[in-house]
């Protein structure tokens, strides 16, 4: 695959991001922020092995971070506010009907294996990559980093706005589970995701 100038140095960007080498900078100024809870009603995602669920973890994060980023002044669109689906292309679209935004989903991660652990930040082209890169350099503070990631998802790659994906965290992971089940450290991956954001305003 034969990449643009810009992606490649994107790409090389990426590689320095875990050891913290690499200077996050910003997409612009924006005004909205669509705020995307993974999953929902019908579709669970994840589900942890003390039985939690990924769509009521990524709900209650994303509501902090609603409220995160109306005290500093923004404008928040919710893709879901319940326990309810709403299909892949509608959140995109959500997203695609708004002016001066950016858009990032939150969700939690599991695996086979009990091992893995750590946050990871995915984004689809080179215009989202700096909002990737700041949320995971203060998710980073939180957690131990898997980096940020190239992905091809439907909400990112269907996406008008600069978009990013965060994988919170291993409910697959006991020790990590245990974490993400306390509100406290919820509120802790809301408010890196808030600074992250915020930070992305440039």
């Not at 928040?76 to 506010?81: F, K, L, P, S």
């Not at 190239?150 to 697959?172: D, I, M, Q, T, Y």
Request: net charge positive; aromatic share 8%.
């Amino acid at each position: 695959m034969r990449f643009a100038p810009v992606a490649i140095l994107a790409s090389l960007a990426v590689m320095l991001l875990p050891g913290c080498a690499a200077s996050p900078y910003g997409v612009g100024r924006f005004s909205t922020v669509v705020v995307d809870a993974g999953h929902g009603g019908i579709d669970r995602g994840a589900r942890g092995v003390d039985r939690s669920v990924e769509k009521s973890c990524a709900l209650d994060t994303a509501k902090r971070v609603e409220r995160g980023l109306r005290a500093h002044g923004y404008r928040v669109i919710m893709t879901r506010t319940g326990d309810y689906f709403v299909p892949l292309p509608q959140r995109a679209a959500i997203s695609n009907r708004q002016w001066s935004a950016i858009f990032v989903s939150v969700h939690y991660n599991d695996a086979p294996r009990s091992a893995p652990s750590g946050s990871e930040t995915y984004y689809f082209n080179a215009r989202s990559y700096p909002l990737a890169a700041n949320i995971q350099r203060e998710m980073s503070r939180v957690s131990s980093s898997r980096g940020v990631k190239r992905a091809r998802f439907h909400v990112l790659r269907n996406n008008a706005k600069p978009a990013a994906l965060v994988e919170c965290g291993f409910l697959s992971n006991p020790y990590e589970a245990r974490r993400i089940r306390s509100g406290g450290y919820r509120q802790r991956i809301a408010e890196a995701i808030v600074r992250g954001i915020v930070n992305s305003s440039r």
